[in-house]
């Protein structure tokens, strides 16, 4: 043990360095610790207050109590649990990303309307050409002279370039269009081909929980599951797999919590994030999905295909990097 001088309001003066971080470390979990309490005392009295005005405790009538309630609360108090429901605010990767998708489609709204506004213009100006060519053609040939056809050069060279210039705007804008749309799909946080969320989705979240974990007292599991592949060896097509897949993952997804993160990860993995829940109940409810997916029978090529999946599991720990939670459970699923 070290030798700590101490003030008369208790702060240590000096010591080792280690002991002195552990204390300040311990210091820290205390006033999280009495923060944590203090939310446990405040839905409590959330949910007293609507037991007194009758209210049914459903989760969304439980949310307008509890964000009316907290707003009652002074500065300082508001503040204080405030940080602490951030720290698992499940809902802040959705907004960023809904926050970028509002400004990529206004862009987008505004560079395809003034597209289509050019393509208007291009088309009138060719249906003019059009008609001053036919008008002209007419003449002509009613009176060939040399003055005639120079001036009809001249007006058909003048249009064809003001014609060019149309059509090299447009294709600046269209190209413009495509770049905005490339970035629009680098920032998806959706898999399009099963319609779950995509693996750039999965990294942040399971980043944001890895931070959580560090600040909150709960535990995650990640599960990891893809098709038996005996099950699709019988499948021919790669069209019909993908039905089977996706309609899988589908009935996986409507069974899930909100909280819960579902993601495909590469060639028919999916990953699970599952918050709040220990090995113990995430094996639960894998059994749970696999009794439920195997109920889950398809017709291919007249032939019955009975679905099942193959599952990984592991429990989160805080000191885990991200790529380490992903590969140790897909490493349990395919060995």
Do not use: W
């Not at 959705?94 to 291009?122: G, P």
């Not at 008008?135 to 064809?160: G, M, R, V, Y």
């Not at 990640?222 to 897949?245: E, T």
């Amino acid at each position: 043990m070290g030798l700590y001088k101490i003030d008369s309001s208790g702060k240590v003066l000096s010591g080792t360095k280690e002991e002195e971080k552990k204390l300040e470390v311990g210091g820290k979990n205390m006033e999280q610790k009495k923060k944590f309490q203090n939310i446990n005392i405040f839905a409590k009295q959330v949910l007293e207050k609507m037991k007194k005005d009758e209210v049914l405790p459903s989760p969304s009538n439980y949310l307008n109590y509890f964000e009316k309630m907290l707003l009652e609360k002074s500065p300082a108090q508001k503040a204080s649990m405030e940080e602490v429901l951030n720290l698992e605010n499940t809902q802040e990767l959705e907004k960023e990303y809904m926050q970028k998708v509002d400004i990529y489609l206004n862009n987008s709204y505004d560079k395809t309307k003034q597209l289509l506004e050019d393509i208007n213009t291009s088309y009138t100006k060719i249906n003019k050409i059009k008609s001053f060519i036919k008008n002209k053609s007419s003449e002509l040939s009613k009176n060939p002279t040399s003055t005639n056809i120079n001036a009809f050069d001249a007006k058909i060279s003048q249009a064809l370039n003001s014609l060019e210039s149309e059509q090299n705007k447009v294709k600046s804008e269209y190209l413009e269009l495509a770049e905005v749309m490339k970035d629009f799909n680098k920032e998806s946080i959706f898999d399009k081909k099963y319609g779950v969320y995509n693996k750039k989705y999965l990294f942040e979240a399971i980043q944001n929980e890895l931070k959580n974990l560090k600040n909150l007292e709960y535990t995650n599991s990640v599960i990891a599951f893809n098709i038996n592949s005996d099950v699709l060896k019988n499948i021919k097509l790669n069209s019909d797999k993908d039905i089977v897949i996706k309609t899988i993952a589908k009935i996986i997804l409507n069974r899930l919590r909100r909280s819960d993160v579902l993601a495909h990860y590469e060639n028919g993995i999916f990953l699970l994030l599952l918050k709040h829940t220990n090995y113990d109940n995430a094996q639960k409810a894998v059994d749970s999905i696999k009794n439920f997916v195997s109920f889950s029978n398809f017709i291919i090529d007249s032939t019955p295909i009975q679905a099942r999946i193959d599952t990984s599991i592991i429990e989160m720990k805080s000191n885990m990097s991200v790529d380490e939670v992903i590969s140790d459970v897909i490493k349990g699923l395919i060995k």
